[in-house]
């Protein structure tokens, strides 16, 4: 097999096996356990040459990290992908989340799409550099880390403090980005460059409390009700980061009405008519702040005096937490207590995991942004060669990812990982979503890409 001689239907059911594989194993976070999966990747790895580094943090929380060693001309390229997956409950979905079945051309399962899809195109790229015995000018690293789900405490922010040498790199491939977005008869490919940053918030309303039997009209669930439409009612201030300005610009080639946006006085106008899309295209162009946990009263019979709502904050690059929380205050009035969450982990965390992961958020940079340079410009002519007449943008992600854990070690991260995808299956109806799955050719187009990638390291 050469480089221009690959065997790309053998290589495609190869990496479906290894897909299906990971999605039977349910690394639901919480709890994670992740070690299975570590493990079969492991497994693969070995079979080809590569030994890769297992680490247990805390149990069954297993990363693992693998090297395939360049000439040493440049730094190392980090393929950083995590294998732990969010919740699924089987009764909203057509398959089993955890079956992997093959069906429409798709593979189904929790995390074809975030990320053991992406982790198999990346496990594939190296794989295929090693059989062909490249020699690419800078290390490969493979990261398959645990826990991203839940803040990568003990998975990508662990291996940056603990064993920063062994992912530290010039420049990384992760989430979310790559994926085909339809703008009239135009193709785009998003390619992430920057984030938001997450900021959760407590709000609590207080009011008088009583028997139920003697309703209270103005008591702590009153105002808390308030308090849930004005946040899903308005939104916060108009903020244009130029990664956010960059991907709106990209998509006005085909749909010039889209540049209204990127102006204060237009722009909730646009978004009124842009039906679904409008949720994701309101998130990169403002900070958020929905709530997602409401919580009051112990007994049936008893109204509460207080009623605490979390809020799921999420912040524009280049704005603050003290701006966002004054935003939120001046939205939600004096009545609504508002301060910034102190968990900083999920719910399952003990007290002292929580103050130990509190001290290492606060070495997370407020930016994880990577520079639209030359090696930006190398995933035009790669989405040329699988999609011709595509258009290669940049892109802000609305969440968060682990780049920003590598940003600590000066290491910039870009969101490819390219999905074909059909007008049908649009990327963010699937992303955390009931039925996740990933076409076929789509796992194997974003294998060519990343495999394009490291043949020109």
């Not at 826990?147 to 603990?162: I, S, T, Y």
Request: charged share 20%.
């Amino acid at each position: 097999m050469t480089a221009t001689g690959i065997h790309w239907d053998t290589i495609r059911d190869e990496a479906v096996t290894y897909l299906g594989d990971l999605l039977r194993i349910d690394t639901t976070n919480p709890p994670g356990n992740e070690r299975a999966a570590a493990e079969y990747l492991a497994e693969v790895l070995r079979r080809e040459g590569i030994e890769p580094q297992l680490f247990e943090p805390e149990p069954e929380r297993v990363s693992l990290v693998a090297r395939l060693a360049g000439t040493g001309e440049r730094g190392p390229l980090l393929l950083q992908g995590h294998t732990d997956v969010v919740p699924a409950n089987p009764d909203e979905w057509s398959r089993p989340p955890f079956s992997g079945e093959i069906a429409d051309g798709c593979v189904w399962g929790r995390g074809a799409l975030d990320m053991k899809g992406t982790v198999v195109m990346q496990l594939m790229a190296l794989l295929l550099v090693k059989r062909l015995g490249l020699r690419p000018r800078g290390d490969i690293i493979f990261a398959a880390v645990a826990d991203e789900e839940a803040g990568g405490f003990v998975g990508a922010g662990w291996l940056v403090d603990h064993h920063p040498d062994l992912v530290r790199a010039e420049v990384a491939l992760g989430e979310v980005g790559g994926f085909t977005v339809f703008i009239g008869d135009r193709r785009f490919y998003p390619i992430q460059v920057a984030e938001k940053i997450g900021n959760s918030l407590n709000v609590t309303v207080r009011g008088a409390s009583g028997h139920g039997s003697q309703p209270i009209r103005d008591g702590a669930m009153a105002k808390a009700g308030e308090v849930l439409r004005r946040l899903t009612d308005n939104r916060l201030g108009h903020h244009v980061h130029p990664a956010a300005e960059a991907f709106v610009r990209g998509l006005a080639q085909a749909q010039p009405e889209l540049l209204g946006l990127l102006d204060e006085r237009r722009a909730a106008a646009v978004l009124a008519e842009m039906g679904a899309d409008a949720r994701h295209f309101e998130a990169m162009l403002h900070n958020t702040a929905s709530p997602t946990i409401i919580s009051g009263g112990n007994k049936g019979n008893v109204i509460p005096g207080s009623v605490e709502i979390t809020v799921d904050g999420r912040i524009i690059p280049g704005q603050t937490p003290e701006s966002f929380l004054a935003e939120v205050r001046a939205l939600l009035g004096e009545e609504a207590e508002v301060v910034a969450r102190r968990t900083i982990a999920g719910d399952s965390a003990t007290a002292e995991q929580q103050a130990q992961r509190a001290v290492q958020a606060a070495g997370i940079p407020p930016t994880t942004e990577a520079p639209v340079n030359e090696f930006f410009a190398q995933f035009q002519p790669i989405i040329d060669e699988l999609d011709p007449g595509a258009l290669v943008v940049p892109y802000l992600m609305p969440a968060v990812t682990d780049a920003r854990w590598f940003a600590r070690l000066g290491t910039p991260t870009y969101g490819f990982g390219p999905v074909k995808l059909t007008p049908d299956l649009p990327f963010w109806t699937l992303f955390h979503s009931a039925d996740e799955r990933i076409p076929i050719d789509g796992l194997l187009s974003g294998t060519r890409a990343i495999f394009r990638v490291l043949e020109r390291w």
